[in-house]
T-cell receptor, first 111, second 112 residues
Framework: DGGITQSPKYLFRKEGQNVTLSCEQN?????MYWYRQDPGQGLRLIYY???????QKGDIAEGYSVSREKKESFPLTVTSAQKNPTAFYLC??????????FGPGTRLTVT | KNQVEQSPQSLIILEGKNCTLQ??????????LRWYKQDTGRGPVSLTI?????NTKSNGRYTATLDADTKQSSLHITASQLSDSASYIC???????????FGTGTRLQVTL
């Protein structure tokens, strides 16, 4: 898992509630990413940030929001607008153009 | 549309045996191809990375091959161990770290 931490490991929420997933890295990487992993599917990019105070939508950004106020932190908020939020969420970081290092993941269950 | 297809979807082998996992891709432009190992409930960990000019890359008992002409890659695991039980994901980069296409993975189970 390198120097990337995600918390909590398991998260349970009621439908209609917003929830924020934490991602912190101490690798001094400029870029950070959020992915969603569902059974039988490849990882899908939600949002990414290449520099502080800037981020771009990935392939499935609807219903999610992010912020990048510090280089080390890239929290993801799953809003009530996300229709199928239950999934395994992975955060990653990299120097631009280099290998991505992944965190241990957060499994979110919404009932 | 960029795609990465892996086969088989799942595989069960006896400890000590060898196995080969396949990855076919249609990603353009091609920058590099990585194989990741993902233990259940954990994040993926990189095993190998290959660029266009590399045909083979080894990491211990893991050997990856790349045929850029046919757009195929394979991951060969030698003398499998119980700890090799995991999902193996093929990832192709189209130039930047934000342009990765992930395969759905091959779930490998090594048994006694």
């Amino acid at each position: 898992d390198g120097g990337i931490t995600q918390s909590p490991k398991y998260l349970f929420r009621k439908e209609g509630q917003n929830v924020t997933l934490s991602c912190e890295q101490n690798l001094n990487h400029d870029a950070m990413y959020w992915y969603r992993q569902d059974p039988g599917q490849g990882l899908r990019l939600i949002y990414y940030s290449q520099i502080v105070n800037d981020f771009q939508k990935g392939d499935i950004a609807e219903g999610y929001s992010v912020s990048r106020e510090k280089k080390e932190s890239f929290p993801l908020t799953v809003t009530s607008a996300q229709k199928n939020p239950t999934a395994f969420y992975l955060c990653a970081s990299s120097m631009e153009g280099y290998e991505q290092y992944f965190g241990p993941g957060t499994r979110l269950t919404v009932t | 549309k960029n795609q990465v297809e892996q086969s088989p979807q799942s595989l069960i082998i006896l400890e000590g045996k060898n196995c080969t996992l396949q990855c076919n891709y249609t990603v353009s432009p091609f920058s590099n191809l990585r194989w990741y190992k993902q233990d259940t409930g954990r994040g993926p960990v990189s095993l190998t990375i290959m660029t266009f000019s590399e045909n083979t890359k080894s990491n211990g008992r893991y050997t990856a091959t790349l045929d850029a002409d046919t757009k195929q890659s394979s991951l060969h695991i030698t003398a499998s161990q119980l700890s090799d039980s995991a999902s193996y994901i093929c990832v192709v980069s189209a130039g930047t770290a934000s342009k990765l296409t992930f395969g759905t993975g091959t779930r490998l189970q090594v048994t006694l």
